[in-house]
């Protein structure tokens, strides 16, 4: 195991470190019995840690471990590595209410910032799932992009039962926030929670990326040339940061439970297991106690996106079924949460949250893998939608309506916006969740800044 001077502990660079490291940690036995017979591979894939896999005669196990840094910037972005004590703690409480939704917790190492936890590589993403299921039936260069294999996504996303998938993530977020409100705990065990959960960091690049910055010029932000306009009355439109500014003092003020933090879709996995469908949520890492329609909106948010990726190419079927999630989802959480009178105010806040995910995903640092794999000039029309949807959301905290959507029961109070040359973007599609019949946009247009 290798220390730098970067990094005050030791980290896990490849497979000599790791298996070293099952045996200092007593966790061999779980893999094999000679470390000779181990097999290890890294399968890092999100932002912020490192993740390898390792295998043997006698089972398998994931070892993640937290840099002091963002994983995939390096050392020049340092980032406090304790984010993975908030996930640590966050799996603890969630093994007493929905451990069925979780990976295993195996082993927790503070010291060097470890966690050992089952293997769900037999699993996917779901993002890649969805991904890959529109580049299979679009275009073979998509799927490349995508990182995924077409085939095997289109095949696991063929078999995803989007009602029952929004199910278990809304009886996830409400049993969490159930068993952490102050009602719950009382008001010495809730401040003791919020204490301990804590997450200044990771909380404060929140703020950057979702709250912050894709309403104000900066050099993180990108988004399709179709929106260009578009983006620059978005820097002058003070009804919406209004808005913003209302979601971030949400964000920051309200200590009401204990949060996931970052519920997108590459937080969750899908699969078979015993001839059933199984879904974990994984990667609390950004866990914190605030406001309980976040974990729903950004769940919300990236299924929308989903579903305007999938009607972008003309499948509003499939557009439904992905939305169907978010109806399932609030049914879930809303036995789970089991408060009626506080539900209108839940789904409102979730709805902001939803869309100040979505405009990030348009318009900020990291966009929304569904859309950037779309061939042109669907990919025009799909970012221009998700644009008008999430500044409706923000400014309404509601749902908005949706073609493909009419029997997907989510309840919208105001249409979509409607995207057209009169705001002076002559280049945007109309966003009308159907392919449009002639380009609008250049094909494989790169992202542009201000």
Known sequence: MT???????????????????????GLLPLVAAATSEVEVREV???????????????????????????????????????????????????????????????????????????????LAVLRDVLVAELAAGADADAAVSAGVDAAAGADEAAGVDHVALGQVVGRFVGELAAA?????????????LVAVS????????????????????????????????????????????????????????????????????????????????????????FSFVGPIGMDLGLFWANLEIAALAADALGRPELAAERYSAVAASLDAFARAWNDPGTLDGIVADAWRFAGVEGMRRAAGFSHAADIETLPEPARAAASVRLFDVARAHILTGAAVRHDFARDAGVSASEPAPRASA?????????????????????????????
């Open 198 to 285: 804590a997450n200044p960091e990771l909380c404060a690049l929140t703020v950057d990326v979702v709250l912050d910055e894709p309403y104000r010029e900066h050099e993180h932000n990108r988004w399709h040339p179709a929106l260009k306009e578009r983006v620059r009355e978005l820097y002058r439109d003070d009804e919406v940061r209004a808005a913003v500014a209302g979601v971030r003092e949400a964000f920051e003020g309200r200590a009401e439970a204990l949060l996931h933090g970052d519920l997108h879709s590459g937080s969750v996995m899908v699969g078979r297991r015993d001839g059933e469908q199984a879904v974990k949520v994984f990667d609390p890492e």
């Open 180 to 192: 952490t409100r102050r009602t719950t705990l009382g008001d010495e065990a809730h401040a003791a």
């Open 3 to 25: 220390v730098t001077a970067q990094s005050p502990y030791p980290l896990l660079e490849g497979r000599a470190d790791v298996v070293e490291y099952l045996v200092l940690r």
């Open 44 to 122: 890092t894939a999100g932002n912020m840690n490192r993740v390898f896999l390792a295998g043997g005669p006698l089972g398998s196990l994931a070892v993640k471990q937290a840099p002091p840094w963002v994983q995939v910037v390096g050392p020049e972005w340092p980032v406090d590595p304790d984010r993975i004590v908030s996930e640590a703690r966050t799996y603890e409480r969630l093994a007493e209410r929905v451990p069925e939704s979780i990976p295993r917790i195996l082993d927790f190492d503070a010291e060097r910032h470890v966690l050992a936890m089952e293997d769900l590589s037999d």
């Open 422 to 450: 009169a705001d002076g973007d002559d280049t945007a599609p109309r966003a009308s969740g159907a392919t449009p019949t002639t380009p609008t946009a250049p094909s494989a247009a790169p992202e542009e800044r201000p």
